[in-house]
C-alpha cells in the first residue's frame, strides 16, 4: 500500500509550540538578565557536560559509534517512504492501528477523538517532545480533556503553567524552593508542611502520581524509536514513570515524528549505546520499554499510533538541512552550547531550544517565521562534536541564513561592502576612511551592540598593504 | 619556501602588526614572503552572515589570486576555515563546478600560521624571545574547524623567557561569532564576560590567539574594563627576538 502524505508543507500557524512570541536577540536579553535562571542553567550544563564526557570517554569506538549512527539515520531517511508503510504493515498486523497526520492540527484531532471515544475525560502522558510541538495538551484541554504529565519534571512545568526550556531537563529553569512553591500551590491533596528537600518534592509527586496511573485509563506517549521490521516502538526514559503510562491503562496512544524510524532490531544497538551516553550521561538507559501492537491479557488493549508530518517532509525535502531530522533528541548540543547556557531554552520560542532548535524549529515553520534563529548562535562548533549522530549543525545554521529573508538596509550595506571589496582601489580608500573612526567611542545603530560591551581598537598609523608598499 | 600572505582584510586594516609580525618571522626563519596584490577578503562574514550570493564575487576574486602559489599563510584560523570549508560550498550553490574545484585546490594548500609551522615547516622552536606572563586563547574555527590542536601550545611552549599560564575553560567560545557580535550584542558579552573573567584568573599580561577577530573582542572588552591585560596576536610572540620588539 502507498501513502501520499500530500505536497510537504511547513506546521501550520495558530497551533503547537514551535514559534515564539519575539525575535531571540529580545528573548535573550530578558533571560540574560535572570540571576538565578543563569546560576541553574551553567550548573546543570556543566554537571552534565563532565557527566557525559566521563562515559564517553570509557568507549573507544564513540566515533566510530557516531559514525554509524549518522549512517544509519541517513540510510532510514533515505527509504522513509517504503519504510513508514513497512512500520504500518507491522503495528497493524500486531493489532495497533496506525493514523497519519499530516500536520499538528490533524495530530490533536485525531488523539482529541480517539480519547473522547474511550469515553474518559483523563489522560496521563509520557514525556514527550513530538505532543509538546503540535500543543496536544492545550487541545485536549479545549475539548473538556485533562492531560496529566507523568515525567517529573514536566510535572512541574505543567502545573506552574510555564513551558519547558529543555529537551531532555525540561524545569532546568526551576530551583526548588521555586518547585515547592509550584506543588503547594497547584498539585491536588498535596501536604502543606511540605518543605523543598529534593526527597520530600520527590515523595509528594510520587503520591500524587501513583494515585493518577491508578486511576486513569488512556495513556499519550511519543516514541523514540519505531522499528520498521517488527513494528515495535521504544521509549527511553529515566524514572520509570513513563513505563507505568505505557502499561497500565488500557488505551495507549502514541504519537511519533515520521522521522523516528529504524529499519531493524540490530539498529537499536547503535542508538541505545549513543542516546544515554549523550544525554544523561549514563552507560545504560534507566527504564527501556519495548511494545509490539497489542499483547492480549498485558498492557494496554487498545493501541494507536500517530505518525506525525507537521514539516518533516518539507525538511526531507532540503539537501543541506535535512539531517536535523537525525536529530536523536538527547540535548546533548544544549549541554554545550555556549549559548543556550546563557539564555536558556525559553529565549528559543520554540520547544525545540539550543543548537539542534535553532535549525529544526525554522526548518519546521519555514524560516520566515524563525527567522532570527539561525542567527542564534556564534558557530562556534561545540554542537557539532557533541552530536551523537554528528549533525552538522553550524552548516545548517549558514545555510539557513542564507535562506532567511534579510533587513533591506543590512542587504543593501552587504551588497554595498562585497563591491567595495571587489575592487582594491576603493577597498583601499576604505581603509584609510576607517582611520577617521579612531575617535568613536560610540558607533551608530545597528553596531552600537559593539561598542555598548567593547572598545574599538585604535586604527594603526598604515594599513599592512601600505607598509608592505614602502618595503 | 615562497609563501603567499593571505593577509585578511581585518589584519590588512586593522591589525597590521600581526600580519607585518608573520612576514617577519617567516623571512627570519628563512622562507620568502610574497604579498599577491589584488587579494581583499574572503568573504568569510558575508557567509556566515547569509549573503552568499554577494561573497561569490569575493570567492572569485580569492581564488583567481592564490590560485597560481603553491603555499598560502593566514594569520586567522577564521579566515582559514572560510577559504578551505566554504569556498567551494558558495561556488558550488552558485552552480559553478569549476570555480569549486579551484577553490577546494586553494583551500587545500592555505595554512594557518601555526599549521603552517608544524605542519609544512615542521618547526616547533622558532627561536623567539618573549619574558611575559601569557595566556592563549583557542578562538573556535583554529579548534574545531581547523582541527589545529596543541600546535600553538607547542609553538608558545618554546618561547624563550615566556610564563605560558592555562587558560581555564579555554575551549569556550568567547563570544565573537563574527556579526554575532553585533546581531546578539547582549549573548556575546555575556559569553565575553566569561572569558574575560578567566583570562583575569590567569593573572596574565597578555592574552594571545591566533584570530584578531576574536582579539579584538576580548582586547575591546578587556579595554572597556580598564584591566590592563593586552591582546596579542600569536604572530608577534613568534615574532619576537631578544633583539626586537613585539611592536616592530
Known sequence: ?471 | MRIALFVTCLADTMFPAAAKATVQLLERLGHEVVFPPGQTCCGQMHVNTGYQDQALPLVRRHVRTFAPYDVIVAPSGSCVGSVRHQHAMVARNAGDAGLAARAEDVGSKTYELSELLVDVLGIEDVGAYYPHRVTYHPTCHSLRMLRVGDKPLRLLRNVRGIDLVDLPDADQCCGFGGTFAIKNADTSTAMLADKMGHVLETGAEVCTAGDSSCLMHIGGGLSRLDSGVRTVHLAEILASTSSSSEES
Open chain 1, 1 to 471: 500500500m502507498t501513502t501520499f502524505l500530500g505536497m510537504p508543507t511547513t506546521a501550520p500557524r495558530g497551533v503547537g509550540n514551535l514559534r515564539g512570541d519575539e525575535p531571540f536577540p529580545a528573548a535573550a536579553h530578558k533571560a540574560l538578565q535572570d540571576g538565578q535562571l543563569r546560576r541553574n542553567l551553567g550548573h546543570a550544563t556543566t554537571t552534565i557536560r563532565r557527566k557525559s564526557g566521563a562515559v564517553i570517554g570509557e568507549l573507544p569506538d564513540w566515533q566510530e559509534l557516531r559514525e554509524a549512527g549518522s549512517t544509519l539515520k541517513a540510510n532510514t531517511m533515505a527509504r522513509l517512504p517504503e519504510l513508514l508503510d513497512q512500520l504500518e504493515a507491522n503495528v497493524t498486523a500486531a493489532g495497533g492501528v496506525v493514523h497519519w497526520a499530516a500536520d499538528a492540527n490533524e495530530a490533536n484531532e485525531i488523539v482529541t477523538d480517539l480519547v473522547k471515544a474511550t469515553g474518559h475525560d483523563r489522560v496521563i502522558k509520557v514525556k514527550s517532545m513530538a505532543t509538546q510541538e503540535i500543543g496536544l495538551n492545550e487541545a485536549l484541554e479545549a475539548a473538556g480533556i485533562a492531560a496529566v504529565e507523568t515525567d517529573l519534571a514536566e510535572l512541574i512545568v505543567q502545573l506552574g503553567n510555564d513551558k519547558p526550556s529543555h529537551i531532555l531537563v525540561p524545569a532546568i529553569h526551576r530551583n526548588r524552593a521555586e518547585i515547592r512553591e509550584i506543588f503547594l500551590r497547584e498539585m491536588p491533596g498535596v501536604d502543606p508542611a511540605l518543605t523543598d528537600e529534593p526527597a520530600e518534592l520527590a515523595g509528594a509527586a510520587r503520591r500524587y502520581l501513583r494515585e493518577t496511573f491508578l486511576s486513569t485509563k488512556v495513556a499519550v506517549s511519543g516514541a523514540n524509536f519505531a522499528i520498521a521490521e517488527t513494528g515495535t516502538l521504544a521509549v527511553l526514559e529515566s524514572e520509570g514513570n513513563g513505563r507505568m503510562c505505557l502499561t497500565l491503562p488500557e488505551t495507549l496512544i502514541t504519537v511519533m515524528g515520521i522521522e523516528k524510524l529504524v529499519p531493524t532490531w540490530r539498529d537499536l544497538e547503535v542508538f541505545l549505546q549513543l542516546l544515554p551516553r549523550a544525554s544523561t550521561g549514563e552507560r545504560m538507559n534507566p527504564y527501556t520499554s519495548m511494545w509490539t501492537g497489542v499483547t492480549p491479557g498485558d498492557g494496554p488493549q487498545n493501541f494507536h499510533l500517530v505518525l506525525l508530518d507537521n514539516g518533516r517532509t518539507a525538511v526531507l525535502a532540503d539537501e543541506v538541512g535535512r539531517q536535523a531530522l537525525h536529530c536523536i533528541r538527547c540535548s546533548a548540543c544544549l549541554n554545550v552550547c555556549p549559548v543556550y547556557e546563557r539564555t536558556g531554552g525559553h529565549a528559543y520560542g520554540s520547544v525545540y531550544p539550543g543548537p539542534i532548535g535553532a535549525i529544526l524549529s525554522p526548518q519546521l515553520t519555514g524560516v520566515e517565521d524563525n527567522a532570527s534563529l539561525p542567527y542564534a548562535s556564534s558557530l562556534c562548533g561545540a554542537c557539532f562534536d557533541a552530536c551523537p549522530v554528528k549533525i552538522d549543525i553550524p552548516s545548517i545554521l549558514v545555510h539557513l541564513r542564507n535562506e532567511v529573508p534579510h533587513p533591506r538596509a543590512e542587504k543593501a550595506a552587504f551588497g554595498a561592502v562585497a563591491y567595495t571589496m571587489d575592487h582594491p582601489a576603493l577597498y583601499t580608500r576604505a581603509q584609510h576612511a576607517a582611520k577617521l573612526s579612531r575617535h568613536a567611542k560610540k558607533l551608530p545603530p545597528p553596531l552600537n551592540g559593539w561598542t555598548a560591551s567593547r572598545d574599538l581598537p585604535e586604527p594603526p598609523a598604515e594599513t599592512f598593504r601600505d607598509w608592505w608598499a614602502k618595503r
